[in-house]
């Protein structure tokens, strides 16, 4: 594992703010207006969130936390981007919200928040950044009351083996340490006058179920989808309103894949 990953992660998505307040995706006067930012996959699978305290690792600037607040969660963002954070309590004080947020490494997120909550919420684009499944795995049970239930929507490590809007196969489906790259915009922004460095992981399927089950997890739900909600591979034709579909191969891709998972009540 790369020493500085948290650094140099956390400047890139610092620096990724700006462009995603600007960019269509995100929407931000529609979001302003009330739109929930949630996808239909997530809203449909989740089921109710009314009344529930919910904890949303690596919540960015806080469109999707603001949103369940909207729902009628109580929600908690936590994200490494200082940036980030900040724009997410400002949008929480200025719409008149009640959610909360911490900046930190989903790693440190226990020295930072001490509730236990109903839910444990990730969602598209999150456990790429991080190098360890199985830590993961404990902070997500540390934050969980008994019976609680954790809900992940990811990109599917199949379509991360391509460099979009590249139709080759590029990288590994299965985790082969860290990747370092240094790359031009932003999937919300191709355009976007951004150079900046990452560091990444990928993780297969079984590696992200397998840090569920060593915790004695059942899964309630998994499902693969053959279309993305977001327009973010640079090379995607959109199939219906709001479901897009990557390349031209002879059949679809997995996209996304969701998993709904619950703690055991003892
Ligand atoms: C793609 S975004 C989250 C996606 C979210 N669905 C959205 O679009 O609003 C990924 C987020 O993970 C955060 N992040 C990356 N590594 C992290 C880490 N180790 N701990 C906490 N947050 C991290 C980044 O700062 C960024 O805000």
Not at 167 to 195: H, M, Q, V
Request: glycine fraction near 6%; hydrophobic fraction near 35%; charge should be negative.
């Amino acid at each position: 594992m790369s020493e500085n990953y948290e650094k140099i992660n956390r400047e890139l998505w610092n620096k990724k703010l700006e462009f995603h307040l600007k960019s269509p995706m995100y929407d931000m006067d529609n979001f302003l207006a009330g739109k929930n930012s949630l996808d239909d996959i997530v809203i449909n699978e989740l089921g109710d969130v009314e009344g529930k305290s919910l904890l949303h690792l690596q919540c960015h600037f806080g469109q999707d936390t603001l949103s369940f607040s909207r729902m009628g969660a109580k929600p908690t963002g936590i994200d490494l981007s200082t940036s980030c954070i900040a724009k997410a309590k400002e949008l929480n004080a200025s719409l008149g919200l009640n959610a909360k947020f911490e900046c930190c490494n989903v790693y440190d997120t226990r020295q930072h928040v001490s509730e236990l909550f109903d839910i444990v919420f990730t969602s598209y684009g999150t456990i790429i950044w991080l190098p360890d499944l199985d830590k993961w795995a404990t902070v997500i049970d540390e934050s969980l009351k008994a019976g609680g239930i954790f809900y992940i929507a990811e990109f599917h490590p199949v379509i991360q083996m391509f460099d979009y809007p590249e139709e080759n196969i590029s990288f590994p489906y299965f985790n082969r340490g860290a990747f370092e790259e240094t790359l031009e915009g932003t999937y919300a922004d191709p355009s976007a006058d951004l150079k900046s460095k990452e560091i990444f992981w990928l993780h297969s399927i079984s590696e992200t179920v397998n840090a569920l089950l060593k915790k004695n997890y059942n899964l309630l739900s998994f499902n693969e989808h053959a279309y993305s909600p977001y327009d973010c591979f640079g090379n995607s034709k959109e199939i219906e309103k709001g479901k897009y579909v990557f390349g031209s191969f002879p059949y679809p891709l997995p996209h996304v894949y969701s998993m709904k998972w619950q703690k055991p009540l003892s």
